[in-house]
């Protein structure tokens, strides 16, 4: 069965992305506060480091499990 | 349950909210927020197409085949129970309540979840049954699996349209979608996961939908602590303010009619869990045993403990240890989440003021109500977040709708097909023709859930009921199900009468609850504390009848309870080799001592 993480890290990786590349270009502040805060470029960071943390643990972990079907085999 | 019971209250609002949005939607997505929620949708359905592969058996479609492991079938544990009533329902409690809410977590859940994965798993796990109906089958008989079954299958898919209904009326008032496809296309994308995966589908979307929900309504808090200047900023600001101190009436009422509060309770008090708790001077109106025993005891044990939509997630699990970790495991994040979605609404109270009903008092001025508090959670929204993110924050609030919904659906069809249409309509038919049956039983379900949501929409006085009912119905069944595992005399007709005796008087209780007029020993003044102790008497009833009938009729042999009742079940071998993140005692003894610290924390 397919690890988990993968799909996961994926989905927030692409989240991540397009969230903070629109922090980029757009440089949305916060509305109603005084502080000058690029959330979307902020949060979208955090989404990107998640998803490559779990995309890396779950290709990690799928490639493991070829390896160890691929010796069964053998 | 406990969620149930605390969104009822919101539920019978929510149709209420239909026409105070003056000058129409307050939120308005941008065509970024829209690409967000279709990466999302095409990823859950992704998630569906591949899972879906390969089902050969009906285990594998109603049971994962029983190969997941924990950490997955835990998150999907807590997140089949997030639905979009609770999330919005918890900040608007939070708001109302303020952080009383979270015993619905810290007392309401965790130590529930601790002695399902300690005590009770090895029963249900280990006796390899398929559903909760079907252990109490085998331990009592067919009688019991029936009341259980039946009772399930008609409430699940109903509170899945409930829970439908709600989304589509915020999203409709907020976002000015319209009511049918809102309805419609959400149905279609949890139908199409759960139709090609089954339960893998189902658990491995609520793991993404787990953190999406965490992700995007997590920076809600942390925005309102930097609108708030911080916390110990908020914390001088509820010192130093008062707030509406409702009456129970006008609690009851809040929701739809205006309230004019004439008593006011100190802010602080909105900081802690269980202050003023010796008399009801406190937001909820209500006393510590009811908490503790109430909801901390029966209403908690009986959801976590037997509810086959949370049950059926750890029996997905891949061995013993993982089932047992299951519930563990979930109780972490569990123990977090008051601080991501009641949070906010605690927060919310300096920075959106007028929530309270109708014209009421704040720090001595008549403040007239612009809002509702059930609102809180998408005000909050509309107030702080910025496209883009509110974009995640909608596609958390429809995943936090898709977990609940599809974990209603999988465990509607998996009773249906194996405790009714397997034991009454066909037994004893190839095991093919079950994943048919299961497959096609996932369309009615989400058929019902649709129709139910339409239902509401025209007659909304249902849905409360709906709520209620459900939760009264089911406050008593940890008496038969502690009894079962715990006492071996107990007999079959012991464990339907007391099933049958408890669940008559909880609902008896709550008629005589819900008309004043009708003679009953003690009235209570609000209906939360009526539930938790209509809940303690129900437990007391259903477990008297249960040792009374037993100490009257033929029990089992010991034989036919082996790996059903304590006693008479051989204990497995400690394996003293396993790390003591993989031991179920040392994470429930952790989870215990983390939830009690937090719980004075918060006192």
Same mark, same amino acid.
């Given at each position: 069965?397919?690890?988990?993480? /993968?799909?996961?890290?994926?989905?927030? /990786? /692409?989240?991540?992305?397009?969230?903070?590349?629109?922090?980029?270009?757009?440089?949305?502040?916060?509305?109603?506060?005084?502080?000058?805060?690029?959330?979307? /470029?902020?949060?979208?960071?955090?989404?990107?480091?998640?998803?490559?943390?779990?995309?890396?643990?779950?290709?990690?972990?799928?490639?493991?499990?070829?390896?160890?079907?691929?010796?069964?085999?053998? | 349950?406990?969620?149930?019971?605390?969104?009822?209250?919101?539920?019978?609002?929510?149709?209420?909210?239909?026409?105070?949005?003056?000058?129409?939607?307050?939120?308005?997505?941008?065509?970024?927020?829209?690409?967000?929620?279709?990466? $999302?949708?095409?990823?859950?359905?992704?998630?569906?197409?591949?899972?879906?592969?390969?089902?050969?058996?009906?285990?594998?479609?109603? #049971?994962?085949?029983?190969?997941?492991?924990?950490?997955?079938?835990?998150?999907?544990?807590?997140?089949?129970?997030?639905?979009?009533?609770?999330?919005?329902?918890?900040?608007?409690?939070?708001?109302?309540?303020?952080?009383?809410?979270?015993?619905?977590?810290?007392?309401?859940?965790?130590?529930?979840?601790?002695?399902?994965?300690?005590?009770?798993?090895?029963?249900?796990?280990?006796?390899?049954?398929?559903?909760?109906?079907?252990?109490?089958?085998?331990?009592?008989?067919?009688?019991?699996?029936?009341?259980?079954?039946?009772?399930?299958?008609?409430?699940?898919?109903?509170?899945?349209?409930?829970?439908?209904?709600?989304?589509?009326?915020?999203?409709?008032?907020?976002?000015?979608?319209?009511?049918? !496809?809102?309805?419609?296309?959400?149905?279609?994308?949890?139908?199409?996961?759960?139709?090609?995966?089954?339960?893998?589908?189902?658990? $491995?979307?609520?793991?993404?939908?787990?953190?999406?929900?965490?992700?995007?309504?997590?920076?809600?808090?942390?925005?309102?602590?930097?609108?708030?200047?911080?916390?110990?900023?908020?914390?001088?600001?509820?010192?130093?303010?008062?707030?509406?101190?409702?009456?129970?009436?006008?609690?009851?009422?809040?929701?739809?009619?205006?309230?004019?509060?004439?008593?006011?309770?100190?802010?602080?008090?909105?900081?802690?869990?269980?202050?003023?708790?010796?008399?009801?001077?406190?937001?909820?109106?209500?006393?510590?045993?009811?908490?503790?025993?109430?909801?901390?005891?029966?209403?908690?044990?009986?959801?976590?403990?037997?509810?086959?939509?949370?049950?059926?997630?750890?029996?997905?699990?891949?061995?013993?240890?993982?089932?047992?970790?299951?519930?563990?495991?979930?109780?972490?994040?569990?123990?977090?989440?008051?601080?991501?979605?009641?949070?906010?609404?605690?927060?919310?109270?300096?920075?959106? !003021?007028?929530? &309270?009903?109708?014209?009421?008092?704040?720090?001595?001025?008549?403040?007239?109500?612009?809002?509702?508090?059930?609102?809180?959670?998408?005000?909050?929204?509309?107030?702080?977040?910025?496209?883009?993110?509110?974009?995640?924050?909608?596609?958390?609030?429809?995943?936090?709708?898709?977990?609940?919904?599809?974990?209603?659906?999988?465990? &509607?069809?998996?009773?249906?097909?194996?405790?009714?249409?397997?034991?009454?309509?066909?037994?004893?038919?190839?095991?093919?023709? $079950?994943?048919?049956?299961?497959?096609?039983?996932?369309?009615?379900?989400?058929?019902?859930?649709?129709?139910?949501?339409?239902?509401?929409?025209?007659?909304?006085?249902?849905?409360?009921?709906?709520?209620?009912?459900?939760?009264?119905?089911?406050?008593? #069944?940890?008496?038969?199900?502690?009894?079962?595992?715990?006492?071996?005399?107990?007999?079959?007709?012991?464990?339907?009468?007391?099933?049958?005796?408890?669940?008559?008087?909880?609902?008896?209780?709550?008629?005589?609850?819900?008309?004043?007029?009708?003679?009953?020993?003690?009235?209570?003044?609000?209906?939360?504390?009526?539930?938790?102790?209509?809940?303690?008497?129900? &437990?007391?009833?259903?477990?008297?009848?249960?040792?009374?009938?037993?100490?009257?009729?033929?029990?089992?042999?010991?034989?036919?309870?082996?790996?059903?009742? $304590?006693?008479?079940?051989?204990?497995?071998?400690?394996?003293?080799?396993?790390?003591?993140?993989?031991?179920?005692?040392?994470?429930?003894?952790?989870?215990?001592?983390?939830?009690?610290?937090?719980?004075?924390? &918060?006192?």
């Amino acid at each position: 069965m397919m690890d988990l993480r /993968l799909p996961i890290g994926i989905f927030f /990786l /692409l989240v991540g992305i397009i969230l903070a590349g629109y922090g980029v270009v757009s440089t949305h502040d916060i509305p109603n506060i005084t502080e000058k805060i690029n959330i979307n /470029l902020d949060w979208g960071a955090v989404l990107l480091v998640f998803g490559a943390a779990m995309t890396f643990f779950g290709w990690k972990a799928e490639a493991k499990a070829r390896s160890e079907k691929k010796n069964s085999k053998a | 349950m406990t969620h149930v019971l605390s969104s009822a209250r919101l539920a019978t609002a929510i149709p209420h909210l239909a026409g105070t949005l003056a000058g129409g939607p307050v939120l308005k997505a941008h065509p970024i927020d829209y690409l967000i929620m279709g990466v $999302y949708f095409v990823f859950v359905i992704a998630i569906g197409v591949i899972t879906g592969r390969g089902h050969q058996t009906s285990e594998d479609f109603f #049971l994962s085949g029983r190969r997941i492991p924990a950490w997955i079938t835990g998150l999907a544990f807590i997140s089949a129970n997030l639905g979009a009533l609770e999330v919005m329902g918890m900040s608007q409690q939070g708001y109302e309540y303020g952080m009383m809410t979270a015993n619905y977590y810290w007392i309401g859940a965790i130590p529930a979840m601790v002695f399902m994965g300690i005590a009770m798993m090895p029963f249900f796990y280990g006796s390899k049954v398929r559903s909760v109906p079907e252990f109490l089958k085998k331990r009592y008989n067919e009688g019991a699996r029936f009341i259980n079954a039946i009772t399930f299958t008609i409430f699940t898919p109903a509170i899945s349209g409930i829970s439908m209904y709600a989304l589509a009326v915020v999203m409709q008032d907020f976002l000015g979608w319209h009511f049918g !496809p809102s309805v419609w296309v959400s149905a279609a994308v949890v139908l199409v996961y759960t139709f090609l995966g089954g339960l893998t589908a189902s658990i $491995y979307n609520e793991v993404l939908q787990f953190f999406l929900i965490v992700l995007g309504i997590a920076p809600l808090s942390i925005i309102a602590l930097i609108a708030n200047h911080g916390w110990s900023h908020f914390k001088k600001w509820i010192a130093t303010h008062q707030l509406p101190f409702l009456t129970p009436d006008q609690l009851t009422a809040a929701a739809s009619q205006p309230a004019k509060a004439a008593h006011q309770l100190a802010a602080g008090q909105w900081l802690h869990t269980f202050h003023n708790t010796l008399t009801q001077s406190n937001p909820m109106h209500i006393t510590w045993p009811g908490i503790v025993l109430g909801l901390g005891f029966v209403l908690s044990f009986s959801y976590w403990c037997t509810n086959f939509l949370v049950v059926q997630r750890a029996l997905a699990a891949k061995d013993m240890n993982d089932a047992q970790r299951t519930p563990l495991l979930a109780a972490f994040p569990k123990m977090i989440f008051p601080f991501i979605v009641i949070l906010p609404g605690v927060l919310a109270l300096p920075l959106l !003021p007028h929530l &309270f009903p109708g014209n009421t008092m704040v720090d001595g001025h008549l403040i007239p109500a612009t809002q509702s508090f059930n609102n809180v959670m998408p005000l909050m929204l509309a107030k702080y977040y910025p496209a883009g993110l509110l974009g995640l924050g909608l596609t958390a609030l429809m995943a936090s709708f898709m977990s609940g919904m599809a974990g209603n659906v999988t465990a &509607f069809n998996t009773v249906v097909t194996y405790d009714l249409y397997a034991v009454f309509i066909r037994p004893q038919a190839p095991d093919r023709h $079950y994943l048919w049956v299961g497959r096609i039983l996932t369309v009615v379900g989400v058929v019902i859930s649709v129709a139910f949501a339409y239902v509401v929409r025209g007659q909304s006085g249902i849905m409360g009921y709906t709520q209620t009912i459900f939760g009264v119905v089911n406050a008593p #069944l940890i008496a038969v199900f502690l009894l079962g595992m715990f006492a071996s005399f107990t007999t079959p007709a012991g464990g339907l009468w007391g099933l049958l005796v408890g669940t008559g008087t909880s609902v008896t209780l709550w008629i005589f609850r819900s008309h004043p007029g009708l003679p009953l020993w003690h009235h209570y003044n609000n209906n939360t504390t009526g539930a938790f102790w209509g809940a303690i008497w129900a &437990f007391c009833a259903g477990a008297g009848a249960t040792i009374i009938v037993s100490l009257f009729t033929k029990k089992k042999t010991d034989k036919e309870m082996v790996g059903l009742v $304590y006693q008479l079940t051989p204990k497995p071998e400690q394996d003293h080799q396993l790390p003591w993140w993989k031991k179920p005692v040392v994470l429930g003894v952790l989870a215990l001592i983390l939830t009690l610290l937090i719980n004075l924390w &918060f006192w």
